[in-house]
């Protein structure tokens, strides 16, 4: 047995917001040259305990020793010092610097001059060695999430880490990019290199990792040798009491009942091309679909290409500039979202906390939201209160939302528990049209079955529903057809017996 | 136990009410604390500062009805601000408001002179009409925000420089103008256009106020309206996808809030001075719309909390105003600790981590 040389190791490290115990006692240690998969659901504290690690948290209790020796990291300033680097899941790059300029950005140099030459050449030395290619002078907002992903970790290594971090670095990427990103990492590895790959995906975490750690609700279940593990080991630390079946890429399955389809679509997008209401969103370039009752219709895509401005297209049909959006046989062009929502379609957006609730706001309150104006809830411009406060607690009822009583402030919900509000708003009226963004981004296991449920649910009942996801795993399960979107345009549509995740993945990036 | 769990739960309440007031506690201590070093520093009795300054509305009937004189335009002016404050924009313009509203009051109320309509009618009519001139005198900023994305800030503040200089030429030019006087003022209403006093005291805008601090926490708490300013208020995004329109609801706050504006000064031309005169919107030197933003910061612009505040200020102005009278402190100073009062109470709000809106 060789002795492994411990680069990281954690000791009994806690930290506390407020009323929740973020982490608890977590140990957690890395072997030089391994990529290190930090496996657990979300809100586990996964990131939590990689922020500590590199100093944006301090840790209530605990110790870190980095080589050997007790270090204290109160800032990224100290763990860049002690080799740290960590890429978030979120772009941290400056978008309208070049990748050359964010990558010189903070780093020691001649104060008095931006002489790039030199760094220059250090950097495709980088790129040629891990197999890392990006343009070095176009302007980072320019390029694609995949590609400012490689500049993040060309960023970290080119500032001499050799511990790093990777939080949930394949959210936006697909299958291809991710094998290719792999490869790159084992070649950082070989150099000497270790990586800490945090991910949801019991999948990615086979193939990608040599070792791997479990947290769930901040303790730490333990860390296995993934060569000799098998999924469903893997399962079963991070799932110890859950009855859920889930697939290898840690979704549950779902079966779909056979339903007949309406024979006249619901909605049909006749060569719809429409501006997007955001600076640099992507407008939308002759989509022509049809969505039949008793259907869910995926649309797979990376982010931002298009996916947002196609479901605020249906449900605020104002930005059209060609072609004809047709709602159960009529022309909806220009009507008010109002309007649209009275026509029994209802909405559920991507981003929970931005666009889906009022924060503030309570539970009874974000129940009417979107319903206010409708007559069951108020009469003569007075809301009736008791009403919608009846409503609230039957959406809590029914969805098992986690709260004490409806009065909670929705914004201090977990997105689990603010996701069943959304739907149980969404459900309160009876539906031939739902248009859904990635209603389980971020949801533990439990609550993305329950989305799924009330999904083919809905299906059965004979509403046509639009499932946009980034996530391909999930719009396989529950898709009968995948659309996919490729810059505003509806590239390619798969029938159930098509779906594969490389042809998909591969119209997903223009292929 | 059960006896146990209640008395914790009364802990956790009086805990809550002092976790809610320590920011405005401290606060008024601070600012007291400042205010009262300067005028010690200037030579004055602080003492005595103090007790003219927080007793004086207090001692006499006169310093009662002083403080109801103030509270009713300022307590308009607070809405003016605090309206459209709820969806996140800033409304400087209450002070425009109030002149623009106050003055085509007296224009109305002049030209409907001669057809001797009766206090029944003619009162209701110059309310409206007060009301109507300051909301869309608003409404102006609220358009331009809504439609041209210029900050409210900016155009409000401007409008209030036309309202000024709109005073003044009425007020000194024919046909409205007093004959004989050395300062800007115009002809006097009608009898029947002047707002009645109650109990030969206060004139009958209290009553009016009274009305609107209903209205108003109607309309925010029972409304559909209301509603979807605090829904646009909290989250613009999920209001707009969700239907509300951005446009309409800011466009009405802003309606709304000018229309108070507007009720301010109508109230004061027909119950103060009972024509239009320069300076009507002034109290102690300085504009009630002025005041009206601080005091809605003060409470955050919850609607309940205008009146509160509203009335708190006012103490302080008519304290003021005495202690500038009786001991010769200059009203500026006081000034200085309600300015001083408004920044500690927003520092201090945050670091006890509430939010700056709600």
Known sequence: MVKENKVLEAKNVSKRFGEVQALDKVNFDLNEGEIHGLLGENGAGKTTLMNILYGLFTEDEGEIYIRGERVKINSPLDSIKLGIGMIHQSSTLVPEFTALENLILGTDGNKMSLELKDAEKEIEQFQKDFGLKFPLHTKVKDLPAGLKKKIEIIRAIYRGANILILDEPTTSLVQEEFEKLLESLKKMVAEGVTIVFITHKIKEVIQACDRASVLTGGIMQGTIDTKKATKEDLVQLMFQDAEINITESAIPIINLPDVEKTSEPILKLQNISAQSKEKDGINLDSISLKIYGGEILGIAGISGNGQKELAEVIIDPNNITKGKLILKGKKINGMSTNKVFSRKVSYIPEDRKKESIIGLGNITENVLLGHQREPRFQKKGIIKWDKVTREAKNIINEFQVKTPNEKKKAGKLSGGNIQRVVIGRALINELDLLVTHSPTAGLDMASVEFVFKRLVELRSKGTAVLYINEDLDELMQVSDRIGVIHEGKIVEIFGQDQFDKYKIGSKMIGG | ?358
């Open chain 2, 1 to 358: 136990m059960v006896g146990q769990e209640v008395s914790l739960k009364q802990t956790t309440k009086l805990q809550k009410i002092w976790v809610g007031s320590k920011p405005y506690i401290l606060a008024l201590l601070i600012a007291f604390g400042i205010t009262g070093a300067i005028i010690g520093l200037l030579g004055y009795n602080v003492l005595k500062a103090y007790q003219t300054l927080l007793f004086t509305s207090f001692t006499s009937q006169r310093g009662i009805i002083e403080t109801l004189k103030k509270f009713i335009p300022l307590t308009l002016t607070t809405y003016a601000f605090a309206i459209p404050f709820k969806i996140r924009f800033f409304n400087i313009g209450g002070w425009g408001q109030m002149l623009f509203g106050g003055t085509i009051t007296a224009i109305v109320g002049i030209a409907l002179a001669g057809f001797n309509l009766p206090a029944i009618i003619f009162i209701p009519i110059l309310i409206l009409v007060a009301m109507a001139a300051g909301g869309v005198f608003a409404l102006i900023a609220g358009f331009l925000k809504a439609y041209y994305n210029i900050n409210p800030i900016i155009s409000t503040i401007m409008l209030n420089f036309i309202a000024i200089y709109f005073v003044n030429f009425i007020a000194t030019t024919e046909p409205w103008k007093a004959p004989r006087t050395g300062h800007p003022m115009s002809l006097k209403l009608p009898e029947a256009a002047r707002l009645p006093e109650l109990f030969g005291q206060i004139h009958f805008g209290i009553v009016i106020v009274a009305l609107v601090i209903i209205a108003v926490y109607y309309l925010i708490n029972k409304t559909v309206l209301g509603y979807e300013i605090i829904a646009t208020g909290i989250n613009p995004d999920a209001a707009s996808v969700y239907g509300i329109k951005m446009r309409r609801t800011l466009m009405l706050t802003f309606l709304i809030g000018g229309a108070l504006g507007g009720l301010a000064g109508g109230i004061e031309v027909m119950g103060v001075h009972q024509r239009l005169i320069e300076g009507f919107a002034l109290t102690s030197g300085a504009q009630y719309g002025i005041f009206g933003i601080l005091t809605a910061l003060i409470c955050q612009g919850n609607p309940l909390g205008v009146p509160l505040s509203s009335i708190f200020i006012s103490i302080l102005l008519v304290g003021a105003d005495a202690m500038q009278r009786t001991l010769q402190v200059p009203v500026e100073l006081v000034f200085l600790s309600q300015a001083i009062i408004v920044l500690f109470i927003v520092v201090l709000r945050r670091r006890a981590g509430g939010s700056f809106i709600q």
